[in-house]
C-alpha cells in the first residue's frame, strides 16, 4: 500500500515539544524564536548544535524573548548536549544545520570553474551540490535513525540544502518518517506575482497570500502552470510581460557590479517561460543550475541574464560560523545595547505547525515523497508541490504533469539525486560517480576530466566523506587528481 | 501534458451565472434556491428542465423566496426553454436529471432477481447499475458537447448517478470540461464519525466538519485509511467498535420491517474493515454493490448484516415526477398555505462556489479523473478523493493507495466502467456486453444467462437505449429474450 | 535494474549433471530417463525423493535403459538420501514433487463443493488451488534457499502445480534463480490447431511443431490472439468454427458419462472466444477455474459445456503413491515381464536442455517472471508466454497485452496469487485469507461462509501447514468450523 | 490492448512482391539482387526512385543476374514510375531513399561545428541528426500513408536514417503497419565480439552468427549486458580486455590521419563499459554523438578516443548520386568491363525475409515500437532489441532494463525524438525546436546561441522543410540568423 504520511497524534498546541537539530544557528533561531512567541502554540523548544555555546546563547535569548510583554505565546528554551535528548519525546523536529565548513563551500564553486563548469551557486546540484549531498547525506541518515528511536511519530521540519537530496535520504533511510522539506523559493516567486497584479492589474493591496499557484517540480527547480491573485488568472499578464519590454531585458557585469548576489532580474524565467510555455518559480540563481544552457560560456554569458555569480570569498564570508552581523544581534540585544523589537518572519513554519495543531487549513508548497502529486516523475523521489495542512495531517495536493521538455530536463535530475542515494546507502563512491557524471553540469566535461575534477573534490573534502569507501573506488584509483592511495 | 483542471475566469461572487439543467427538481432545487438565499454569492439562476412547467414553478419559486427579507443574497430565477439557453455564458452548470421513467428503475431492479442477483439497490453498478449507465451516458455526452460550445470554462457539477459512469463520460466526450462529480455517501461516514466522537471520545460538540479523513476510491465504493476528529485519530476507536459489540451485530429481516430502505446499520462496513483493515466511506447498501460478498443468497442473508432490499415499489413510488410531497411544499409555501422557513440544506454546492469565487480554502470529497491522486488505478478513471477548493481551482489531494485485496476489488469496477464508457462511444452494444458479463454481480452467472438477462433489460428499455446499435448486436441476435430482431 | 535470467555457465551438452527433485516418480521419471537416452546430451541424474526408495528403482531403470543397444546418448543415474547431494553443482534441476497425499486433494474439491463451489479441477486456483498452493509454496522457498547454496546458477525446470504460485515462489525466494515453470496445456491447443489446419485447410500432415501461436497470460490461464500453421493465418478458419456447429455444441452428463475427466470438448474455449474475441490456450477443465461462469449453477450446468468435474476419487485413487500402472511397468521392464520400447515422450525438457546446451534456438512457452512480456500484468508476477532459448539464455518474447475485459479476468487472479505468495513469507494465515476471499470461486460466498470454508479446509490439512501461524490467526479464532484453538 | 505486429497473409516464398523504394541505390540495390538470387525465395522486384534512370539501370543489372547459371532464384525486376504502381499488392516494401542532397549533410556538420558542437557523424541525433530527422520524417509519412493504402499488410523494412525517428513516424502515421528499422551496427558488435572469442577463448572458428547477445536500447545507442560465443560467457574475457591494454589505448590525430572515418578503435565502448557496467552495441562514431562526453573538447580530444570526425567533404562526395566506384560496376559489370562475381552481401535482409516466408527461426536486432521489451523506456518509442522471426510474425524478445545512470541517457534522446515526431505531425516549427533545444549536443549552448543555429540550419535546408510551418514559427522571426520573414 502507498504510505499516507501520518501522525498518531494531533499536535496539542498548548502542549508542543520542538527539538530544534542546528538550534545554534543565528539567524534562522532568532527569527523562530520571534514567530513562537506571537504564535498560537505554546510548549519547549531544546536547541541541540555541535556548538553547544551557540546553542546556549539561543536558549538564553529564546527565554529573554519570552520575558517580553509582548511575547503572548509561552516557550521555554534549553540546549541539550545531546541529540537523543533533544528528540526524546518531540512533536516537531526542525532539522537546519551544516557541520562542514566554509571551505568545502569554496571547493564546490571553485574546483569545477577551474574545469570550466560556471556554476551559479553550486549549492544543490551540479558538481558542488553533488558533493554538498554526499557531505550531508550521511548525517542526515544517521538523524533519521535517531527519530525513529527518538520520537518515531514527530514531525520533521527539513531546511537543510540540497532539500531533495536530504529529505530524500530521510525517507530512504525510515520510510516511516513524518518529513516536509521546505524551502522559499516558491514564496518569493508568489511574491513577485503579487507585485504584478498590484503593478499590473490594479490589485493595489495584492500579497504573496493572495497569490494561488499550481507548483511541481524538484525544489530549486519547481515550475507553475497556473496562477492567480484573488481567483483572477495572472497568466494573461505573464504572457504579456514575457513579450514586452520586462521580459527582454539584457545586463552586463556592469550593470550588477552593485548588486547582491541575490540579485534576480526573471530574465531566466521569462525566458525558460518563452521556450517551454509554463513558469519557472525558482530564484534565476538556483535555475541556471538545473537548466544549464545559462551557465555555458563564461561570467558575461551568465550576467547577461541578470544573474551574478557566487563568488567563493562571498561563501567563505558567510558561512563562517564564527562571526556574523546576526550574532551580534542576540547579544546586543540582550544587552540592550541594540534596540529590540519583536517582529515576525516570513517563515511559513509556525503556519504548519499551528494547522498541524488544529488550527484550520493551510496551503503551502512542500517536499515529499511522490506519491502521485507529480505525473511522470518516479515514485518515492522528492518532489515539490503544494500540500494542504490538516489537524495531524499534511497531504500533497496533485498537479499532474509537465510539458515533455520540462519533464525531460526533471528526470534527468531525477536520475542523478536517486544514483547518489543510493550509493550513498552503501558508501559506493564509484556509484555516486556515476551520478556525477550524468549531471548535466558535468557533461559538457570529457569522462576523463569529470574523474579529475570528482576525484580532487573528494581529496580536498575527504575529512568530511568519512561514510564513504575512498579506499575501494575505483575512479580515485584511476585518477592521477586524488592523492588517495 | 497532464490536464490540470482550471477555468480561465474566476466566479465573481456578485455575478454569478447558474444554468440548472434538470431545475424542476422537487427536491434539490427547492435547496439550492434557499441555499443561494443565504450564500455570499449573488446573481441569476437559468433552470432548465425537459418538464418545462416544473421550471416554471421553481422559477417562481425561486423569485418568491428572493422577496423575503431573510434572503441575503441577491438572486433572479428564469426557466428557459433551451438547453442552450440555459448554458451559454454560464459561470456554473448544474447537472441533475434523469430522463427515463421509473419503470427503468422497477427493470434494473426486478429482472436481475428473476436471474438470481438480489441488488440491494442496483443504481450504480451490477445489473442494474449498468443499464441506468447506458441510458444515461449519452445524454451525458451531449450535455458536455453543449458545455464545450455554450460555457467550455463553466464549473460544472456533476449530482447525476451513477457518478463514476456519468461524469466520466462528460470527460471522455469533452476533455476540456471542468466538471465535479458530487454525492453525499463521504458526508455520511464523516457524520457518523463525529457521532463516534461524540459518545466516545466525549467531544461533545463534533461534527462532520470536525472531521478529516483521507478518503479513496470510486464513488459509492471509497475507503479511509485515516480519520480524525479534531486532530485526534479515531483508529484506536474504531478498532475497539470493530471488536466489541457494535462491531458485531445481526439482524433479521423482522428487525427491519419498520425501517426505511435507508437505513444503514453499518455492520458491512465493519465486516469489510474487519477483512481488509480500512473503512469504507459509503452506505453499506451501496457497498453490497461493490463487495458483492454480502448479496450472495437471499433476502435473509443481506437482512443479516442490516441492509434492506430497495423494493420496485419503492422506486416506482418515489420516482415519478408527477406526484410527490415536496412538489406541495413549494405550491403550497407560495399560496400560504403551509408555513414556510428559509433553512440550509446540508449540500456543498455553495461552500464549493464560494470557494471557487475567493472565500478561502474549502476541502470536501468529489469524484475527478485520475491524475494521481489515487495509486494503482488507472489514470483518467474517475476515482473520488478529497480536493482542494480555492478561487478558480479545485484540485483533488493526494491520497495514496490501497492494500491489494481492496485495489483489487477496485479495478474490477473500474474496467467495468472504462468499458461501458468505450462502447457508449461508439454505441457498440456487444462491447458492452463485455463489461457486464465481467460485472461482479453477474459472474454468478452462466454467460448464456448473463447474455439472457442483458437482453431481456435491453428489450424492456429499448426507446431509452436509441444512442445504441441493437440491430448490429450479435449478442441480441443470438439471445431468446430478445424481441428484437 | 530490471533483472535478466542469465547463467554464467553454459551447459556442456557431454557433461550435464541433472537433480531430479522428486525422481522416484511414477511416471514422469521414466519418460524423462528415455527422452534423456535419446538425446544429444549425456552426463548424470541424481535422483532425490522423499520416498527413496522409489528413488533407488528409477535409478535402476535408468541404468537399465543406458545398458541398451539403442540408448545413443551416454547418462548414468544414482539416488542421493539428502537434497544437497543432489543439488551440489547441478547444472539442471527438475522439481516435480509434491508431498502432502491424496486425501488433501479430497478436501480441496469436496469441502468447497459442500459450500456450493463445483470446481472442476481444484487444484489451480479457487479454494483448492490456493490450499495445495499454502501447504506447496513453503516447501518449495525451501527448495530455492537450497539451490541459492548449492547450484545457484543451475537451470531449474519446475512442473509442480500450481505452477504460476510455485514458480513465483522459487523467484520469491530467491530472486537470482534460473527457474522456468512448464506445462503442457498450451502444447495442447497447438496440438489441436494442426487438428484444425489438417481438417479444415488442406494441411494434412501439419502437426503441432508447425502451428506456432502468440501466446500470453498465467498458467492455466494463458489467451493466443495470433496462431498460424506454417504461416498460414489460422484466424479466419477459428472464426468459422466458433460460428458454426464446432463451437456450439451443447452436452449432458449422459454423454460424458463415459469419457475420462480429461475429456475435452473446447466448448468453454469457444464461448471465451466468442464474447472477448481472443482465444484460450488451456484445458476447458482448467478454464472454467478462471473464467467461473461456467461452474455457476451444478453438474449438468457444467456438463452442458461438455466439462466432467474431476472427483474426489479420481484424486483419491490417482494421487496414491503405492500403486499405479506406471510402476508396474517400470518393474516389469526391467524383469522382462512386459515388452520395452525406447519411445520418445512428448516433453519439451529435452529440447530446452539441448537449446541452453548451445544446439540452436527453441522456441516453446513458459512461466517466467514477467519483466515486460505481458503488458497490463504487474511487473514479476510470473506469466506465461513463448520464449526463446539459445546457448546459455532464456528470454521470453514480448507478447503484448489483452482486451480490457480479459485484463480484468487475468489481474484478478494474479492479485489473488501476489496477494497468498507475500502472506506465505510471513506465515500469515490472516493474509493469505484475504487473497482466499477475493478468489473469483469464493466470492460467491459470504464472507463469514468464505471463513468457515476456509478455517474447515486448514482444519483438515493443518499437518501440511506447519510453515503457518495458526495459532495467531484471527481468521481460525473467529471461526466455528475449526477445532485449532 | 497493445499491439501486436502481424500480417494477415504469410508470405508465398514462390511468390514474393517486392516494393523497392529508393531502388536506383548504387550500392545496396546490387547486394539485394545478388543475394536475392541466391535465396530460397522467388518473385518480382519493383524497384521505384525519384531518379527512374536509375531504378531502370538496377531493374536492367537484376534481370541480368537472374540470367546467369549461378542464380538459383527465380526472380523479375522492373522499374516503376510512380510509388503506388510499386506498392500495390506488395508483400515487402524496402525503404531506402533520402531525397535531400549532399549539401544539407554538409550543413548539418559544419553549421553546429561553427557554434562550437563536435558531432562526430551528426546524422542520427545532435542537431544535424534532428535536421535531418525533420527533412525525412515527412517523407515518410507519405510513404506510410502510401502503404496504408496500396499493400497494409506488407511487411515494410526501413534502411533509412535516422532509423529510430523514421520507423518512428511509420508507425505514428500508419499504426498499423508492419514495419522493422534495420541496421548493421549490433551486427558489427557481435563481429567483434567473435574475434574476441578467437583471439582470447580459443574458437578459431567462431563467426557472428556463433555470438549470441541481450540487446537494447535506441538505435545506434544499444547497450548489452549478456554475450556469449557458443554458450560460453564473453564477460569475464571483456572485462579483461577492459582493464588491460585493448580498453586502454589513446590516440593522436596523427595515428588516425590515414584512417577512414569509419575506423573504430572501441575506447569510448571500453570507457562506457568501464563507467557503468554494460557494453555499447555501436560503433564509437555513433556512440559520442549520444554519450557526448566524447565530443566535448575539440579534434584532439575526439581523436583521444580513436574516433574521426566525418568531414563535410567526404559527406559532400560520398552522397553526390551522379557519381560512385559503384555505378561503374554495374554498368561494367554487364558490359563485360568488369569480372562479376555473384557475392552475399552481409545483410539479414534475406534471412528475415525466408523466415517470414517459414524457413525456420531466425533471430536478429530489429528496431520496433515498445511493447514490453525494454524496459522503464515509454511504450511505442521506436526500440532497438533482438527478435524472433518466424513465418508470419516478427516478435521482439524482452530484453529487460538499464542500469539507472544508461537509463538516464537513453530517456533524454527519447525526449527529443517523441518531441520532434510530434512536432512533425503538426509542421510545428517551436515543438520541434523544443526538441532540438533539449538535446544533448544543443545543450552545451546558450538558448539564444541554439535558437540561432537552428534558425540559420533551418535557413539553409528550407526548400527541404515545406511540409514545416516556417511564417508561423516564433522561434525564427526572433532569430536574426533568419532571412525568412
Redesign the interface.
Known sequence: ????I?S????DPDDVTVAYVGGGSRQWAPNLIQDLAQSGLNGRVRLYDEYHESAKRNARFGNWVQSREDAVADWTYEATESLAEALTGADVVVLSTQYDPAETFVHDLDVPKRYGIYGAVSATIGPGGIMRAMRTVPLYREFATAISEHCPDAWVFNYTNPVHFVTRALYHEYPGINALGLCHEVLGTRHRLARYARDHLGMADATREDV?V?VKGINHFTWV??A?C????L?PTLEELRDGEEGNRTFTGEDLADESVFVDNWQVTW?LFR??GVLPAAGDRHLVEYA???I??GKE?LNRWGVKRTGSDYRAKHWTPAESDQTTDVEAWMAGDREFELTESNEVFVDIAEA???DG?Y?TNVNLPN??????LQ?DAVVET?A?V????V???????????V???L??HV??I??VI?AAADGDLDAAF??F??D?QV?????E??RELFAELVDAQREYLEAWDLEGSTVLAESSACSID
Chains 1, 2, 3, 4 share one sequence.
Open positions: 500500500m502507498a504510505r499516507a501520518r498518531n497524534t494531533a499536535i494561488s499550481n502552470d497556473e492567480r484573488k481567483g483572477v488568472d497568466w525566458e521556450r517551454f544549464t544552457w545559462f555555458q560560456g554569458e498541524l495543531a488544529g487549513t496551503v506519491v502521485g502529486q507529480v505525473t511522470d515514485n503544494n494542504i490538516r489537524a495531524g495531517a497531504k500533497p495536493i496533485a498537479a499532474g504533469g509537465f510539458p515533455r521538455p519533464r525531460a530536463l528526470r534527468g536520475e542523478t536517486e544514483t543510493e556515476e551520478g557524471l550524468i548535466q557533461r559538457t566535461l570529457q569522462t576530466d569529470a
